[in-house]
């Protein structure tokens, strides 16, 4: 199991820009993949983007082109890169990282971090 602390999220107005952080309890290198998913109220938690071992990464469709996701090994840290934030941003943003174990596939899932964007 991996242990994911969050931070960065907060308040910005429409257009700009917020970076997150998910700092992981191990190397991100021993984690198959992690992402970024995020909840607004009254609705389902939605994938933002995923980042796999392999350097590979997706982005749903409503963020690519403004979403980065990236990680540095050194910090055991993964980020979400935000430019052009639109008020339907706004979510309880949430880390997630999945690690095999044997045959069987272990997500772990941070706090979560608040973003809200104003019009």
């Known amino acids: 199991q991996v242990q994911l602390v969050e931070s960065g999220g907060g308040l910005v107005q429409a257009g700009g820009s917020l970076r997150l952080s998910c700092a992981a309890s191990?190397?991100?290198?021993?984690?198959?993949?992690m992402g970024w998913y995020r909840q607004a109220p009254g609705k389902q938690r939605e994938l933002v983007a995923t980042?796999?071992?392999?350097?590979?990464?997706n982005y749903a469709d409503s963020v690519k082109g403004r979403f980065t996701i990236s990680g540095d090994n050194a910090k055991n840290t993964v980020y979400l890169q935000m430019h052009s934030l639109k008020p339907e941003d706004t979510a309880v943003y949430y880390c997630?990282?999945?690690?095999?174990?044997?045959?069987?596939?272990?997500?772990?899932w941070g706090q979560g971090t608040q973003v809200t964007v104003s019009s």
């Open positions: 997630n990282a999945d690690v095999v174990v044997g045959s069987t596939t272990v997500r772990s």
């Open positions: 191990r190397s991100i290198f021993s984690i198959y993949a």
């Open positions: 980042f796999t071992s392999g350097s590979n990464t």
